[in-house]
């Protein structure tokens, strides 16, 4: 039975505020001896506010959404990234962060 590819691992991320959005900056590591490419690392910062009413249409939309590319990883490397987008707004509520990641083999 063939063994699954180990899945990239995000190893450090931050959060940071540019004007009144709010980001992501982190370090994914690919732990597998096989590149990944076309790598997508998503963050809900709201998605306990998703379609809850009052809590703006950016958050009530998209939780809050940012997201980051990486278009290849080789094996056994870390690569920096930044997840920023205009859907995470600024403000007073607590920040609810949720990561998800694909990729795919080379």
Avoid at 2 to 14: D, G, K, V
Avoid at 20 to 32: A, D, Q
Avoid at 70 to 84: C, N
Wanted: no cysteine; hydrophobic share 35%.
């Amino acid at each position: 039975m063939p063994t699954a590819n180990p899945t990239p691992r995000i190893i450090q991320e931050s959060l940071f505020k540019q004007n009144t959005f709010y980001g992501i900056r982190g370090t994914v590591f690919n732990p597998s001896d096989r590149a990944m490419r076309n790598i997508v690392i998503k963050y809900y910062l709201y998605k306990s506010h998703v379609g809850k009413p009052n809590e703006g249409i950016l958050v009530h939309d998209t939780g809050g959404l940012v997201e980051a590319r990486v278009a290849y990883l080789p094996p056994k490397t870390p690569i920096d990234f930044i997840a920023y987008s205009e859907n995470a707004p600024t403000g007073g509520r607590t920040l609810v962060i949720t990561a998800e990641i694909t990729a795919d083999w080379d």
